[in-house]
T-cell receptor, first 113, second 115 residues
Framework: QQPVQSPQAVILREGEDAVINCSSSKALYSVHWYRQKHGEAPVFLMILLKGGEQKGHEKISASFNEKKQQSSLYLTASQLSYSGTYFCGTGLISSGSARQLTFGSGTQLTVLP | DAGITQSPRYKITETGRQVTLMCHQTWSHSYMFWYRQDLGHGLRLIYYSAAADITDKGEVPDGYVVSRSKTENFPLTLESATRSQTSVYFC??????????????FGEGSWLTVV
């Protein structure tokens, strides 16, 4: 089942912070985050595993709340280069296979100067 | 470092015609995938392959055929293209099956329009 991302779109000014959420109705084993710029391929950001792990990548970090089956992506002090569509992909506990990685419909992030 | 290359990048075809999208990866990754991306649906898995000569259906396989005679190639064929198959198609690869820690690497996409 497709995870639900929120918000669908967000516009912010350079230097502002943003949070993107990814929720599932099923028990998750992992959450993957990707960013896609218009006309380009999705680019890997990070993977979070069951256990509430938090990871960071420069000024982008993410958390995984096992109890809520939710992951949040935090973008701190946004830069113009952060603009793009962010996708989460969820892996279920019921399956150990990458074929069960299901992507959300994306959150379009626009950073204005 | 070529990674994953897709061809053609852009294609316009007519309803009913057969179309093949090519995918080639240079990493010797065992797993390869085909996704389609449509507005509002995100990325949906069409087919995947665990190794040469091993393929399996994903979420939306109807109307598509895949083959994998060599590890590095994973072509996707639309046997009789329909307008509903107008989409952006992404080939991807991963060096493992487990969702736990295996990154999926995407190609640059093939834009297909069926008229």
């Amino acid at each position: 089942q497709q995870p639900v991302q929120s918000p669908q779109a967000v516009i912010l000014r350079e230097g502002e912070d943003a949070v993107i959420n990814c929720s599932s109705s099923k028990a998750l084993y992992s959450v993957h985050w990707y960013r896609q710029k218009h006309g380009e391929a999705p680019v890997f950001l990070m993977i979070l595993l069951k256990g509430g792990e938090q990871k960071g990548h420069e000024k982008i970090s993410a958390s995984f709340n096992e109890k809520k089956q939710q992951s949040s992506l935090y973008l701190t002090a946004s830069q113009l280069s952060y603009s793009g569509t962010y996708f989460c992909g969820t892996g279920l506990i019921s399956s150990g296979s990458a074929r069960q990685l299901t992507f959300g419909s994306g959150t379009q992030l626009t950073v204005l100067p | 470092d070529a990674g994953i290359t897709q061809s053609p990048r852009y294609k316009i075809t007519e309803t009913g015609r057969q179309v093949t999208l090519m995918c080639h990866q240079t990493w010797s990754h065992s797993y390869m995938f085909w996704y389609r991306q449509d507005l509002g649906h995100g990325l949906r898995l069409i087919y995947y392959s665990a190794a040469a000569d091993i393929t399996d259906k994903g979420e939306v396989p109807d109307g598509y055929v895949v083959s994998r005679s060599k590890t590095e190639n994973f072509p996707l064929t639309l046997e009789s293209a329909t307008r509903s198959q107008t989409s952006v198609y992404f080939c991807a690869s991963s060096d493992g099956d487990r969702v736990s820690g295996n990154t999926i690497y995407f190609g640059e996409g093939s834009w297909l329009t069926v008229v």
